[in-house]
């Protein structure tokens, strides 16, 4: 069984002239790899946090990254050895490779759910508590914001940057019929109602 952590709580905020948001951090051990999930873009406290789990940025096999957004990308760049994944093409320097399926040498299993973004993807990752889903915006909240997490609000919960609304739906739903628990992209771990 994989272990997993949720290194870092994602936040959102508005802030004077914009906003002000990190991505939730997500460190995923399995079968002797090591996954980071959207390094974010708040360096001190990666770097806080990564000390404190005494792991060096050497030691990151790979990072595996939801979507493209700045919030949820930003510190790749404090891993340049690793290898660097999406839902489907695995990034090594300048070389981009096609897969499908699961992270290689892993039971990590990635999965298309676009909506939010084009491109974006989330994991699914087998525990001792169950499937835990890691699902970048597929989930998100502002700070403050109530998190209604029943189905239905779950499903048709607004998403002010969403690319394509059938499409989001659709991948919600998948998700929310895979998992057990869920890391959103911003708020709180939340269990999945049955």
């Not at 708040?42 to 919030?71: A, C, G, M, W």
């Not at 070389?95 to 994991?123: C, D, N, S």
Request: glycine share 8%; charged share 25%.
């Amino acid at each position: 069984m994989a272990n997993i952590k949720l290194l870092i709580q994602g936040y959102a905020r508005i802030a004077k002239n914009g906003f002000c948001a990190s991505s939730a951090t997500v460190l995923i051990r399995d079968s002797g790899k090591i996954v980071l999930v959207d390094p974010g873009s708040n360096t001190v406290r990666l770097q806080s946090v990564l000390k404190k789990e005494k792991i060096k940025p050497q030691d990151v096999d790979y990072v595996f990254l939801t979507h493209f957004h700045l919030d949820h990308i930003l510190n790749i760049r404090f891993f340049p050895q690793a290898t660097i994944l999406d839902v489907d093409t695995i990034y090594k320097k300048d070389r981009g490779v096609v897969y499908g399926g699961f992270i290689p040498g892993t039971k990590i299993q990635a999965m298309p759910t676009p909506g939010h973004a084009h491109e974006h993807g989330a994991l699914v990752v087998k525990t001792e508590k169950g499937r835990v889903a890691v699902a970048g915006d597929l989930f998100w909240w502002n700070d403050g914001e109530k998190q209604k997490t029943d189905w239905r609000s779950l499903v048709y919960k607004k998403d002010a940057y969403v690319k394509n609304w059938k499409q989001l739906v659709a991948s919600r739903k998948k998700l929310l019929e895979l998992a057990d628990w869920i890391i959103p992209g911003h708020g709180k771990v939340f269990r999945v109602e049955k």
